[in-house]
């Protein structure tokens, strides 16, 4: 229906049934009466009533409805809803001789709008079909005012373009010439569409020109080859060497020039003198400074009238210098230049820049910083070199800063002065350089995190030469590896392979993964910096990557890569020293015999070529703990001593004569005298403590020998601040006989571990086993009195419950030793019988479930604990009356147990079996386990126990004569049992 797409009044007239003719031309009289007398809005209420009735079938009627309405709507300036309307009305698809009518309606509304380009458009495409010369005299002279309004609009912009570009503001000039060019080419600038119009190619040429102006060249360099033939060659020419120049492509910018230079004379060509000035800048730009310097030297011999190119030429032969590194030279032209000039001439502001440029060069950079300070004019009229002199006066006093002999005062104003300059720097030609040096001042400032907010603010705006610079300075103000590791993967991200820094990002990459530890990584990188740097680095990588690769378990790797730098490579001293070092550690780490010759032979070169080098005592070390890991102890000793005595200030002195001892005792010799000299020369060594404490040997300590005690009694009067007084509490405390004292040491044991894990200087595995080993001693004390059960119970369960977290800080070290350590499996099952103890069998039955189920998960097939584990497993049975499972979880203790179980223990579990299949009423079987132990070849009273019970036995299966007769063969041996089988036969059978 097509009243379905009109917005329909909020009431209805006509809901309950067609509307009569005469009432809708009454409708209709209302709105012509209303815009009669202008009232507008009864008007539009009238035609809005009109609407609601279905028109399909008068289409005439129908559009002079709309058109009408609309022409009220705009009259109301409801602009929106007469759009609305027309739109709508389209979109009804209307008869097309209805449609230009409609079109141009639309167009009026669009120009109400303020919309001149909508409506020329509608307009224009109306006329392709519907000649302008046939529409009414309103359309038409709407028409014309629309393209007057275009041609004035775009003239105007012109005329401003120009006006920009005079001014110097060439980009905002460039984007208004851009815009004009736009509009000529879609048709929106009548008067420039004309084919005699010279405006196009006029714009076009003053568009290329601002480009240049704003130094756009690659769009300067694409119009100009554009451009239409009738502009100027010459020109042109001229314009594109000087915008070639500009990119640096100076090959092609000479091309320009010379073609230029012939194509007239010298008389007719404005620009000549200035394309012979910039042939030979050209060549300083590529660089070749031979033909630069030729030229230049050419025009310095100009006559005096010329006397400004040959001045500007005897700069470019200082800048020819400063290339060459040649600061001096470069500064006696320059001073001769300047004595030459008048001082107010503006020439003196640029010498002094170059004079800046030398001085900065030679190093003196508080006299830099003067020259650059007078490069700048005091009007701050702009220069070529002021932006650049405003940087270089900035790392002047950046550089200054650095003086370690100026107060830290002195270099604080000096890191202020260089902040402000390189800020001022914002917004110029030099920005990026200057964001990326503010970049490198916060860091050599102390402040990172200014520098991450900096450079990833402004990334975006630097070249990508640039960006990997940013990115690079970025990661070294990364706290965290992992952001570092983010950061160079994006420098070396293909895109940034063209510049001097991919090769550089490479190697800062493998290095950030090397100190991470994150050695394959690092290998990957530190391979691809290979590949991409020159010589004089390549050494430093290898050495890196074959470091990565010791690190890594990959030795053969490694060596092969020392090899080459050693066969291939042109080492300094220095690095042959370090090479070398590396070759021989790295060989006494590879698990081949015919390495250990290597080793020796590169750690003892290292020592004996280079005495005062930076690994000689490494080397020594490398090399005595080499020949004390192959037994060769005398050679140890030997060298552990030279490197002490050598070397007695280095930090490996204290360690030496640690291990000196260590070699004496394997040999069988006095230790004690290298441990005396380690102790009283380096009290303060991490080693000095533990050198005391092994005065004595451990086993005198557990065995409780008097000397050996009394020296454990002076450890903390001497090391009161070692951790390793965790260790002497705990010998206490094994050593104690009274529960008190002993419960008293252990308590202090645990005590002193908690302090010093605290304070972080727990880092021996060894400490953190005697601090739970302290606990479980003293729990097993309180075990010994029924009323400190629980008490025990609470310090074997905090024991269990540590080991079972998988990720513990205390436990986890000595699960990485073992996957079912002792000291978690004897306090597991110490736990069990507490819960026996304590008639909490359910709890004692899951703890020995979950010792089973350890002992699977660590392969242990065979052990002391295990078999006593079957062994309580079978006794919970038996009191359950489950004799069938107790006989096999004998059976499991008697497998289990082999070779751990001593001799009284192994017939206790026959005596056992016996018990169960007696229970069982298989009194044979009992029998004949009781043979078994009573047949054993062996000294115990458990023999007699099987005798005695194997007497009841006898009773039980009613043969009483036997049953006296064993009776009587255990009283004849005397003991426990013989006592027992006295007083049976007196009680039972009346004799004794």
């Given at each position: 229906?097509?009243?379905?797409?009109?917005?329909?009044?909020?009431?209805?007239?006509?809901?309950?049934?067609?509307?009569?003719?005469?009432?809708?031309?009454?409708?209709?009289?209302?709105?012509?009466?209303?815009?009669?007398?202008?009232?507008?809005?009864?008007?539009?209420?009238?035609?809005?009533?009109?609407?609601?009735?279905?028109?399909?079938?008068?289409?005439?009627?129908?559009?002079?409805?709309?058109?009408?309405?609309?022409?009220?709507?705009?009259?109301?300036?409801?602009?929106?809803?007469?759009?609305?309307?027309?739109?709508?009305?389209?979109?009804?698809?209307?008869?097309?001789?209805?449609?230009?009518?409609?079109?141009?309606?639309?167009?009026?509304?669009?120009?109400?709008?303020?919309?001149?380009?909508?409506?020329?458009?509608?307009?224009?495409?109306?006329?392709?079909?519907?000649?302008?010369?046939?529409?009414?005299?309103?359309?038409?002279?709407?028409?014309?005012?629309?393209?007057?309004?275009?041609?004035?609009?775009?003239?105007?912009?012109?005329?401003?373009?120009?006006?920009?570009?005079?001014?110097?503001?060439?980009?905002q000039a460039a984007e208004m010439y851009e815009e004009v060019m736009e509009a000529i080419v879609e048709g929106l600038y009548p008067k420039a569409v004309n084919e005699d119009s010279l405006i196009k190619k006029n714009v076009q040429y003053r568009l290329a020109e601002a480009h240049y102006q704003a130094a756009n060249y690659e769009k300067t360099l694409e119009l100009i080859e554009s451009a239409e033939k009738q502009l100027p060659d010459q020109?042109?020419?001229?314009?594109?060497?000087?915008?070639?120049?500009?990119?640096?492509?100076?090959?092609?910018?000479?091309?320009?020039?010379?073609?230029?230079?012939?194509?007239?004379?010298?008389?007719?060509?404005?620009?000549?003198?200035?394309?012979?000035?910039?042939?030979?800048?050209?060549?300083?730009?590529?660089?070749?400074?031979?033909?630069?310097?030729?030229?230049?030297?050419?025009?310095?011999?100009?006559?005096?009238?010329?006397?400004?190119?040959?001045?500007?030429?005897?700069?470019?032969?200082?800048?020819?210098?400063?290339?060459?590194?040649?600061?001096?030279?470069?500064?006696?032209?320059?001073?001769?230049?300047?004595?030459?000039?008048?001082?107010?001439?503006?020439?003196?502001?640029?010498?002094?820049?170059?004079?800046?440029?030398?001085?900065?060069?030679?190093?003196?950079?508080?006299?830099?910083?003067?020259?650059?300070?007078?490069?700048?004019?005091?009007?701050?009229?702009?220069?070529?070199?002021?932006?650049?002199?405003?940087?270089?006066?900035?790392?002047?006093?950046?550089?200054?800063?650095?003086?370690?002999?100026?107060?830290?005062?002195?270099?604080?104003?000096?890191?202020?002065?260089?902040?402000?300059?390189?800020?001022?720097?914002?917004?110029?030609?030099?920005?990026?350089?200057?964001?990326?040096?503010?970049?490198?001042?916060?860091?050599?400032?102390?402040?990172?995190?200014?520098?991450?907010?900096?450079?990833?603010?402004?990334?975006?705006?630097?070249?990508?030469?640039?960006?990997?610079?940013?990115?690079?300075?970025?990661?070294?103000?990364?706290?965290?590896?992992?952001?570092?590791?983010?950061?160079?993967?994006?420098?070396?991200?293909?895109?940034?392979?063209?510049?001097?820094?991919?090769?550089?990002?490479?190697?800062?990459?493998?290095?950030?993964?090397?100190?991470?530890?994150?050695?394959?990584?690092?290998?990957?990188?530190?391979?691809?910096?290979?590949?991409?740097?020159?010589?004089?680095?390549?050494?430093?990588?290898?050495?890196?990557?074959?470091?990565?690769?010791?690190?890594?378990?990959?030795?053969?790797?490694?060596?092969?890569?020392?090899?080459?730098?050693?066969?291939?490579?042109?080492?300094?001293?220095?690095?042959?020293?370090?090479?070398?070092?590396?070759?021989?550690?790295?060989?006494?780490?590879?698990?081949?015999?015919?390495?250990?010759?290597?080793?020796?032979?590169?750690?003892?070169?290292?020592?004996?070529?280079?005495?005062?080098?930076?690994?000689?005592?490494?080397?020594?070390?490398?090399?005595?703990?080499?020949?004390?890991?192959?037994?060769?102890?005398?050679?140890?000793?030997?060298?552990?001593?030279?490197?002490?005595?050598?070397?007695?200030?280095?930090?490996?002195?204290?360690?030496?004569?640690?291990?000196?001892?260590?070699?004496?005792?394997?040999?069988?010799?006095?230790?004690?005298?290298?441990?005396?000299?380690?102790?009283?020369?380096?009290?303060?060594?991490?080693?000095?403590?533990?050198?005391?404490?092994?005065?004595?040997?451990?086993?005198?300590?557990?065995?409780?020998?008097?000397?050996?005690?009394?020296?454990?009694?002076?450890?903390?009067?001497?090391?009161?601040?070692?951790?390793?007084?965790?260790?002497?509490?705990?010998?206490?405390?094994?050593?104690?006989?009274?529960?008190?004292?002993?419960?008293?040491?252990?308590?202090?044991?645990?005590?002193?571990?908690?302090?010093?894990?605290?304070?972080?200087?727990?880092?021996?595995?060894?400490?953190?086993?005697?601090?739970?080993?302290?606990?479980?001693?003293?729990?097993?004390?309180?075990?010994?009195?029924?009323?400190?059960?629980?008490?025990?119970?609470?310090?074997?369960?905090?024991?269990?419950?540590?080991?079972?977290?998988?990720?513990?800080?205390?436990?986890?070290p000595l699960m990485k030793e073992s996957d079912f350590p002792s000291l978690f499996e004897e306090s597991e099952f110490a736990l069990a019988q507490a819960y026996l103890q304590f008639d909490q069998e359910y709890k004692a039955q899951e703890t020995l479930s979950s010792m089973l189920s350890h002992y699977a998960s660590a392969n242990i097939n065979q052990g002391y604990y295990l078999s006593h584990v079957w062994l309580e497993q079978a006794k919970?049975?038996?009191?359950?009356?489950?004799?069938?499972?107790?006989?096999?979880?004998?059976?499991?203790?008697?497998?289990?147990?082999?070779?751990?179980?001593?001799?009284?223990?192994?017939?206790?579990?026959?005596?056992?079996?016996?018990?169960?299949?007696?229970?069982?009423?298989?009194?044979?079987?009992?029998?004949?386990?009781?043979?078994?132990?009573?047949?054993?070849?062996?000294?115990?009273?458990?023999?007699?126990?099987?005798?005695?019970?194997?007497?009841?036995?006898?009773?039980?299966?009613?043969?009483?004569?036997?049953?006296?007769?064993?009776?009587?063969?255990?009283?004849?041996?005397?003991?426990?049992?013989?006592?027992?089988?006295?007083?049976?036969?007196?009680?039972?059978?009346?004799?004794?």
């Open positions: 229906m097509i009243h379905t797409f009109f917005i329909i009044a909020a009431f209805s007239l006509f809901s309950h049934g067609q509307t009569p003719e005469n009432e809708l031309h009454q409708i209709y009289q209302n709105a012509e009466a209303a815009m009669q007398r202008s009232d507008y809005s009864s008007a539009k209420e009238s035609y809005l009533l009109l609407l609601q009735k279905e028109w399909t079938s008068d289409w005439p009627t129908y559009v002079d409805i709309v058109t009408r309405l609309v022409k009220v709507e705009l009259t109301l300036n409801e602009y929106e809803e007469a759009e609305t309307l027309l739109l709508n009305l389209l979109r009804a698809a209307p008869p097309d001789e209805f449609i230009p009518r409609i079109q141009l309606l639309q167009a009026h509304c669009y120009c109400e709008k303020g919309k001149m380009v909508s409506a020329y458009f509608i307009m224009k495409k109306i006329g392709e079909n519907w000649p302008i010369e046939s529409w009414c005299g309103e359309d038409r002279s709407l028409f014309h005012a629309v393209e007057f309004s275009l041609d004035s609009t775009y003239d105007t912009l012109t005329s401003k373009a120009r006006r920009f570009s005079a001014a110097g503001i060439y980009v020109e042109l020419l001229f314009l594109a060497a000087l915008a070639y120049s500009e990119k640096r492509e100076y090959e092609r910018a000479l091309d320009c020039y010379k073609n230029y230079v012939r194509s007239a004379d010298r008389a007719d060509l404005c620009h000549y003198d200035h394309a012979i000035f910039e042939i030979g800048l050209a060549s300083f730009r590529t660089n070749n400074l031979a033909k630069a310097q030729r030229h230049f030297e050419i025009i310095a011999k100009i006559s005096d009238e010329k006397k400004k190119p040959s001045l500007l030429a005897n700069i470019f032969l200082a800048k020819i210098h400063l290339r060459k590194n040649q600061p001096n030279v470069a500064d006696k032209i320059l001073f001769s230049l300047s004595s030459e000039i008048p001082q107010k001439d503006d020439l003196q502001y640029e010498i002094a820049y170059l004079r800046g440029e030398a001085a900065f060069q030679t190093g003196e950079y508080a006299q830099a910083a003067d020259f650059f300070e007078s490069s700048l004019p005091i009007s701050s009229v702009a220069t070529d070199w002021r932006y650049q002199a405003l940087y270089k006066l900035a790392w002047s006093y950046l550089k200054s800063a650095d003086d370690v002999l100026k107060s830290e005062k002195v270099r604080g104003e000096y890191i202020g002065r260089s902040e402000k300059l390189f800020l001022r720097l914002m917004g110029t030609k030099e920005q990026e350089k200057a964001i990326l040096a503010l970049g490198r001042l916060y860091l050599i400032a102390g402040n990172p995190q200014k520098c991450e907010t900096l450079l990833t603010k402004q990334i975006a705006s630097l070249t990508l030469e640039d960006q990997t610079q940013a990115l690079l300075l970025r990661a070294e103000a990364a706290p965290e590896y992992e952001m570092r590791e983010q950061l160079y993967l994006a420098a070396t991200d293909e895109i940034y392979r063209p510049y001097p820094t991919y090769a550089e990002s490479w190697y800062l990459r493998g290095l950030n993964d090397f100190r991470h530890k994150a050695y394959e990584k690092a290998i990957f990188a530190l391979e691809k910096a290979f590949l991409l740097s020159k010589r004089e680095r390549a050494s430093e990588i290898l050495k890196l990557e074959a470091r990565a690769n010791f690190y890594l378990d990959a030795p053969l790797a490694s060596f092969a890569l020392l090899e080459k730098l050693l066969g291939q490579f042109t080492l300094s001293e220095k690095d042959k020293e370090e090479v070398l070092y590396l070759r021989g550690l790295i060989a006494s780490r590879i698990r081949d015999e015919t390495f250990f010759p290597i080793a020796e032979e590169s750690f003892s070169q290292v020592i004996s070529l280079y005495p005062g080098g930076e690994f000689a005592n490494n080397a020594l070390h490398a090399l005595a703990s080499l020949y004390y890991q192959q037994g060769a102890y005398e050679k140890a000793r030997e060298r552990f001593v030279q490197l002490a005595q050598t070397y007695p200030t280095s930090y490996l002195a204290a360690e030496a004569w640690f291990w000196a001892g260590a070699a004496a005792d394997k040999l069988g010799q006095e230790g004690n005298h290298f441990r005396q000299t380690l102790v009283q020369e380096y009290p303060d060594s991490p080693r000095a403590a533990e050198a005391y404490f092994r005065f004595y040997p451990m086993d005198d300590y557990l065995e409780g020998k008097v000397e050996a005690m009394k020296h454990l009694q002076t450890f903390s009067a001497h090391f009161p601040d070692s951790p390793l007084v965790v260790m002497t509490h705990y010998l206490f405390g094994t050593n104690e006989p009274l529960f008190s004292a002993a419960k008293q040491s252990f308590e202090a044991a645990e005590e002193a571990f908690q302090k010093y894990y605290e304070e972080n200087k727990i880092q021996d595995s060894s400490l953190i086993y005697f601090r739970y080993r302290s606990i479980y001693e003293l729990a097993l004390l309180h075990l010994s009195n029924e009323r400190a059960i629980p008490t025990a119970i609470e310090m074997l369960e905090a024991i269990v419950n540590d080991f079972r977290q998988k990720d513990h800080p205390l436990t986890a919970l049975a038996g009191r359950c009356n489950d004799e069938e499972t107790a006989l096999r979880c004998i059976v499991m203790a008697q497998e289990s147990g082999k070779g751990y179980l001593s001799i009284d223990q192994g017939l206790n579990l026959w005596i056992l079996q016996s018990e169960c299949y007696r229970n069982k009423g298989q009194l044979n079987q009992a029998m004949r386990m009781l043979s078994q132990v009573i047949n054993e070849d062996v000294v115990s009273s458990l023999r007699l126990k099987a005798m005695f019970l194997r007497a009841e036995i006898y009773e039980l299966q009613g043969r009483e004569e036997l049953a006296m007769r064993q009776l009587e063969a255990t009283a004849k041996k005397g003991g426990e049992w013989a006592d027992l089988a006295t007083e049976k036969l007196r009680s039972d059978y009346g004799i004794y």
